[in-house]
């Protein structure tokens, strides 16, 4: 059993580092005060970097995500040293990186206690991602091994794409966090949706983790909604809605956390003495289907 949390994290204005080192921490150290030990902040959620820019540098979409590079150091050391302060693993967002090439891609590092353990960037990219702001997709998915289990991230949209979850799930991956960023109840929908359709597709769990409240200060951050979410498939053992905890609230006007117990070893079960096999027919059923 392992005890994990989830952030519907509400896009305040930090504009000192300072200020927002030690919300950071503060937040952080709420979740592991309640027993978590694998914490996961949305989507974007390090974008909040840009309240430290002039305003009307955070104002500009283009020039508040070039303006925050310099300060991407300090911000994974920020991140590496809370995860080890508080003997956690923390994914603690993503955010928009400058890669070598000049471009930008939207990237979500998994730190742990002994120190960072990698990341992985978005996929697949929305239509604002790709026609407005100029955001990359990346390459690859990565399976993380952490003393909590095998986990995998895919990154909000990259969550409504099966064969995606499905490949993390064949590499050994019993859990995927999807940190989410979405400014409509349909969209916030529509990444739940998938993720507990990726929970039952593959017998594995799916924690969800959104973006909330108002940003008038950030045109990339302005509007946020969603609720964070722990899904498994619905079997023996299992919620009959597949639905482990939900927030109370779609939009809070405050950061909160959604913590709970996870049991892997159960979802496990549900893969080998389940009343279906939805992880193992997949392939077959899907060699054999043909148009007719």
Partial sequence: MI???????A??????????????????????LGGAKLLVLPEYAGLVLAGQLPPDERADLQASIAGIQPLLQDW?????GIAAKLGVYLQPGSLPVRDADGRFRNRAWLFGPGGELGFQDKLIMTRFEREQWGIEA?????????????LGILICYDNEFPMLARTLA???????????????????????????ARALENQI??????????????????ENIGRAGLYVPPDYGMPSNGVIAESLELCPATSQWLICDLDLEEVRRVRAEGQVFTRRDWPEQFGQAQLL
């Fill in 3 to 9: 005890r994990i949390a989830a952030c519907q994290y």
């Fill in 11 to 32: 896009i305040e204005l930090h504009e000192r580092w300072d200020t927002y080192a030690a919300h950071l921490e503060g937040l952080c150290t709420e979740a592991a």
């Fill in 76 to 80: 994974r050391a920020l991140c590496a």
């Fill in 138 to 150: 990346g390459k690859g998915l990565k399976v993380f091994d952490t003393a909590l289990g095998r």
């Fill in 170 to 196: 064949e590499s050994g991956a019993d859990l995927i966090l999807a940190p989410s960023c979405t400014d409509t109840e349909a969209g916030y929908n529509r990444v739940r949706i998938g993720a507990q």
């Fill in 205 to 222: 769990a799916v924690l969800q983790s959104p973006t909330v409240g108002l940003a008038p200060w950030s045109p990339a951050l302005d």
